[in-house]
């Protein structure tokens, strides 16, 4: 049974930083690629970031870009979205999720194949 699971949502006023975890169970670790995806309500499910556990190689939306970063702990098999001046319109539900392989151009949500349940980020001006 595969489940991922994104945690370390919070609120925090603009400016401030916050890092999101995403752990993985019951699939290959080492042979996915974990996209991390934010979503507001009424609104279409945004990419935020990929990386790529096969190959390493990144995705990060424009708008993050500079601000985010998303790295890998092998070891403890975890992914992290390091958030950094932080902006009242990063305000959303974070989602992690993980496709076979490598990220692509640029990631699509139906590209992956297991969810996380999401986790909170509430950004005040």
């Known amino acids: 049974d595969v489940q991922l699971q994104a945690s370390g949502g919070g609120s925090v006023q603009a400016g401030e930083s916050l890092r999101l975890s995403c752990g993985a169970s019951?699939?290959?670790?080492?042979?996915?690629?974990i996209g991390w995806f934010r979503q507001v309500p009424g609104k279409d499910r945004e990419t935020v970031s990929c990386?790529?556990?096969?190959?390493?190689?990144?995705y990060y939306a424009d708008s993050v870009k500079g601000r985010f970063t998303t790295f890998t702990d092998n070891a403890k098999e975890l992914v992290y979205l390091q958030m950094e001046r932080l902006r009242p319109e990063d305000t959303a539900t974070y989602y992690c999720?993980?496709?076979?392989?490598?990220?692509?151009?640029?990631?699509?949500?139906?590209?992956?194949?297991?969810w996380g349940q999401g986790t909170k980020v509430t950004v005040s001006s």
């Open positions: 999720a993980a496709t076979l392989g490598y990220c692509s151009s640029y990631p699509l949500a139906y590209e992956y194949t297991y």
């Open positions: 990386i790529s556990n096969v190959d390493g190689s990144l």
């Open positions: 019951g699939i290959t670790f080492g042979d996915h690629a």
